[in-house]
């Protein structure tokens, strides 16, 4: 037994709220994939079930909380971290997981995220960048490289995309990684690395839009991005991330680009209370929230 879950069946599967299947998402896209790695990280890095809370907020991606068999909240759209953030001062002793895409996180949801990374908060944010927005009929996203088509740019992108590891890294994100959804164990492994992290992660796993980006940019298919993405992409460890945007049909950098320790918020937040209130100070045993 695994926290309660029987190990003799598929151990993916038991994560999943099968009742709810089958999923929206369409054939060959990538989403699935990622779910996989993280059930795999959550097996492999041991992490006690009870203590995870999983949030997203609207999109394809953010249909993973409901799928889920684990504590979650599907919140509205660009609003997953905000959430996150309060059910992490809330119960600081919870592993809270935002699990979402790029429209919803860098988009309506970028001044969040910025701000997450900015005060370091203890968490662990999973995007998902499919290059577009998919759920909504492929439109341009903050993330859509040059010169790509979508159907508010047919005749091709000319906004500057974001680079998210580099906008993520220089706000102050302390673990911040790359991976697509070829690397399915490297996903894994760095989803658990982010476990054992104090503070604010982000792992941005790029993922294939075969209905919307890959059709309209004459990509092929699941199969054939999968490929794409075997020969296009560089393990780059360590690399910097003002180095490390994505371009269309260009080379992908991927590894784990930060790993660095500062104080987490509620660290600094504690500190400060104690310099403040003295003897005063108060910590909650149970939740680890403090009073004065």
């Known amino acids: 037994m695994l926290n309660g879950l029987d190990d003799t069946a598929n151990p993916v599967e038991q994560f999943l709220r099968t009742d709810r299947m089958p999923h929206i998402w369409c054939p060959g896209c990538g989403i699935g994939t990622t779910v996989n790695s993280f059930a795999r990280a959550l097996i492999d890095s041991k992490v006690n079930l009870d203590s995870i809370a999983l949030v997203s907020g609207i999109g394809c991606t953010g249909r993973v909380a409901g799928y889920m068999k684990l504590d979650s909240f599907h919140t509205t759209h660009g609003r997953a ?3 996150a953030t309060g059910l992490k001062l809330a119960n600081p002793r919870l592993n809270v997981v935002v699990y979402s895409g790029d429209g919803d996180l860098s988009a309506i949801g970028g001044n969040h995220l910025i701000h997450a990374a900015r005060r370091n908060i203890d968490l662990k944010v999973i995007c998902v960048n499919n290059l577009i ?3 909504t ?5 903050p993330t859509t490289p040059g010169h790509a088509t979508t159907s508010t740019n047919p005749y091709g992108t000319f906004e500057p995309a974001f680079n998210l590891p580099h906008l993520v890294e220089a706000a102050g994100a302390v ?3 790359r991976w697509t959804t070829f690397h399915v164990r490297q996903l894994a492994r760095s989803i658990g690395e982010a476990f054992q992290k104090k503070g ?3 792992i941005e796993v790029i993922s294939p839009c075969p209905t919307l980006y890959q059709r309209r940019n004459k990509m092929g298919d699941g199969l054939d991005t999968m490929k794409y993405y075997k020969e296009k992409s560089k393990v780059k460890h360590g690399a910097p991330t003002s180095e490390v945007g994505l371009t269309l049909n260009g080379e992908i950098a991927v590894g784990k680009f930060v ?4 104080p987490d918020y509620q660290s ?3 500190a400060q209370y104690v310099e403040t209130l003295g003897d005063r100070y108060i910590e909650e045993p149970e939740t680890g929230c403090v009073c004065g």
């Open 259 to 262: 790993d660095r320790d500062r």
């Open 268 to 270: 600094m937040m504690r």
């Open 200 to 202: 604010f992660s982000f």
């Open 137 to 141: 009929g492929g439109q341009t996203a």
């Open 133 to 135: 927005y998919a759920m």
């Open 81 to 83: 971290i905000p959430f």
């Open 175 to 177: 673990y911040v990684a």
